[in-house]
T-cell receptor
């Protein structure tokens, strides 16, 4: 019940296209859902985050869509660029577990020029 | 100006040795974490300290011992290193007041046990 399932494992998108990464969870106690971006040799960096009382959050080309009833959330990257090529992780947290983040398995995104 | 820093960045050692990884954050956060990223890039929390107090201790072998001398530092000591300990270890920090608890990660320490 503590798992966060992420798909696809890898994604290839043409420059200018839309990248979509999906995550699903079971634990309804999760109250915060961040997305992290990780470049090779670097630490994960917070990209965008959402709380379950909001159905969508947009920051620039990055949008989180959240479906509370389906227990699913997704990251959309509009106008994907080669510089977006990285590994993306969704995560979830429960308030009463000391800030512990449960991560999805990661999606390796490659944007072709 | 690095927010969360770790030393060393690379650590190559032999089985059976004892090694330490150090982490420091200058964000003024009150909570620090250690995560392990395996060869498949899966990230899993190991420990968390809040104001120098251990609050999360996942199922981690006793050979791993975190120590927090103050709120800005969290070190990880590993005894009797095994091949399976090879991974990238990330330190992170967050501030527990406020709603979002954003966690900021360090650059990682790649541990290779031979």
């Amino acid at each position: 019940q503590q798992q966060v399932k992420q798909s696809p494992q890898s994604l290839i998108v043409q420059k200018g296209g839309i990248s979509i990464i999906n995550c699903a969870y079971e634990n309804t106690a999760f109250d915060y859902f961040p997305w992290y971006q990780q470049f090779p040799g670097k630490g994960p960096a917070l990209l965008i985050a959402i709380r379950p009382d909001v159905s969508e959050k947009k920051e620039g080309r990055f949008t989180i869509s959240f479906n509370k009833s389906a227990k699913q959330f997704s990251l959309h990257i509009m106008d994907s660029q080669p510089g977006d090529s990285a590994t993306y992780f969704c995560a979830a947290r429960t308030y009463n577990q000391g800030g512990k983040l449960i991560f999805g398995q990661g999606t390796e995104l490659s944007v072709k020029p | 100006d690095t927010a969360v820093s770790q030393t060393p960045k690379y650590l190559v050692t032999q089985m059976g040795n004892d090694k330490s990884i150090k982490c420091e954050q200058n964000l003024g956060h009150d909570t620090m974490y250690w995560y392990k990223q395996d060869s498949k890039k899966f990230l899993k929390i190991m420990f968390s300290y809040n104001n120098k107090e251990l609050i999360i201790n996942e199922t981690v072998p006793n050979r791993f011992s975190p120590k927090s001398p103050d709120k800005a530092h969290l070190n990880l000591h590993i005894n009797s290193l095994e091949l399976g300990d090879s991974a990238v270890y990330f330190c992170a920090s967050s501030q527990t007041s406020g709603l979002l608890y954003e966690q900021y990660f360090g650059p990682g320490t790649r541990l290779t046990v031979t």
